[in-house]
């Protein structure tokens, strides 16, 4: 496997439920990103992560979101009591940090959630 | 904070003939990177060409070239000799150099179709 990979590819869930997303990154990239995008616009930035830790949360993050990647691997997004506002593709990408250089990002296929 | 801008929604090409989709924005900062991805239907997001913001010289890759206005931010990705298999969602985005986060700031894309 050489590309970013994401389970499950589709999510169908009831307002109220909550959903865990995992992300499995190219190996030995340090970096990992967590977009969202809904329909007819381009992704947003929600968090990342470098090795373990959580970096940076964008204000799209509710306190319904958390995300982990334990042992700097994988990674899951959680989402509790959804709503139907939640409704996306949830995009994975991850990169390796060369300080002071380009970091490409390799995007995963997504995750489409759809909250009824 | 950064902004992408992509105000046409939707191209549409003749097979083998040329196109240029455009993209504005606005930042701040002095060094940076701008990208264009393409997202092609239900397929995962691949970037397309990169330019760095101090490079005077505007990227190519193969049929995919770029026009980089710096002062007026402008950047907008012209595709040669179009074939059936570039029909897909094209994203403009902006990336910060200096930093710790890598993250992407997307426009809302436009969709592009070549005509057989």
């Known amino acids: 496997d050489t590309g970013v990979s994401q389970n499950p590819r589709h999510k169908i869930t009831k307002r109220g439920q909550n959903v865990t997303f995992r992300c499995d990154p190219i190996s030995e990239h340090n970096r990992l990103y967590w977009y969202r995008q809904t329909l007819g616009q381009g992704p947003e930035f929600l968090t990342y992560?470098?090795?373990?830790?959580?970096?940076?949360k964008s204000r799209l993050l509710s306190d319904r979101f958390s995300a982990e990647r334990p042992k700097g691997s994988f990674s899951t997004l959680e989402i509790q009591r959804t709503e139907q506002g939640d409704s996306a593709m949830y995009l994975c990408?991850?990169?390796?940090?060369?300080?002071?250089?380009?970091?490409?990002?390799?995007f995963g296929p997504g995750t489409r959630l759809t909250v009824l | 904070a950064q902004t992408v801008t992509q105000s046409q929604p939707e191209m549409s090409v003749q097979e083998a003939e040329t196109v240029t989709l455009s993209c504005t924005y606005d930042t701040s900062e002095s060094n940076y990177y701008l990208f264009w991805y393409k997202q092609p239907p239900s397929r995962q997001m691949i970037l397309v060409i990169r330019?760095?913001?101090?490079?005077?010289q505007n990227a190519t890759e193969n049929r995919f070239s770029v026009n980089f206005q710096k002062a007026a931010k402008s950047f907008s990705l012209k595709i040669s000799d179009s074939q059936l298999g570039d029909t897909a969602m094209y994203f403009c985005a902006f990336m910060k150099s200096t930093g710790a986060n890598s993250k992407l700031t997307f426009g809302k894309g436009i969709t592009l179709s070549v005509r057989p």
């Open positions: 992560f470098q090795n373990e830790a959580q970096l940076e």
């Open positions: 990408a991850s990169s390796s940090f060369l300080k002071n250089s380009y970091n490409e990002q390799f």
């Open positions: 330019q760095e913001a101090y490079k005077q």
